[in-house]
Nanobody
Framework: VQLQASGGGLVQAGGSLRLSCAAPGRTFSSYVMGWFRQAPGKEREFVAAIRSDGGRTIYADSVKGRFTISRDNAKNTVYLQMNSLKPEDTAVYYC?????????????????WGRGTQVTVSS
């Protein structure tokens, strides 16, 4: 599955951005989708994931209460609404698909990755 993240940009601290990830293919609705990020010099880290039907989500502690993951299976798209952004949220954000039903924050368990989108939060 080819994934393409978009919606990144430069925003001031306290601002908002909404990332999108399109995943063409009729099987999108069957799988878990996740968002990860990687800051310069750091390892890729989990941000959020959503179950295939959108009925359950999980978040990294660092983004709980600020970020919201959602999906529109009719549009084969997953979203990440990011509010109250902080400079430490600066990173390249990636979406990923897991060919399974169980939510996980382990990037090794995701099967396909898209190109990232840069998010830069200025102080």
């Amino acid at each position: 599955v080819q994934l393409q993240a978009s919606g990144g940009g430069l925003v001031q601290a306290g601002g908002s951005l909404r990332l999108s990830c399109a995943a063409p293919g009729r099987t999108f609705s069957s799988y878990v989708m996740g968002w990860f990020r990687q800051a310069p010099g750091k390892e890729r880290e989990f941000v959020a994931a959503i179950r295939s039907d959108g009925g359950r989500t999980i978040y990294a502690d660092s983004v709980k209460g600020r970020f919201t993951i959602s999906r529109d299976n009719a549009k084969n798209t997953v979203y990440l609404q990011m509010n109250s952004l902080k400079p430490e949220d600066t990173a390249v954000y990636y979406c990923a698909i897991r060919y399974g039903a169980v939510l996980t924050d382990n990037p090794d368990l995701y099967d396909s990755w898209g190109r990232g989108t840069q998010v830069t939060v200025s102080s």
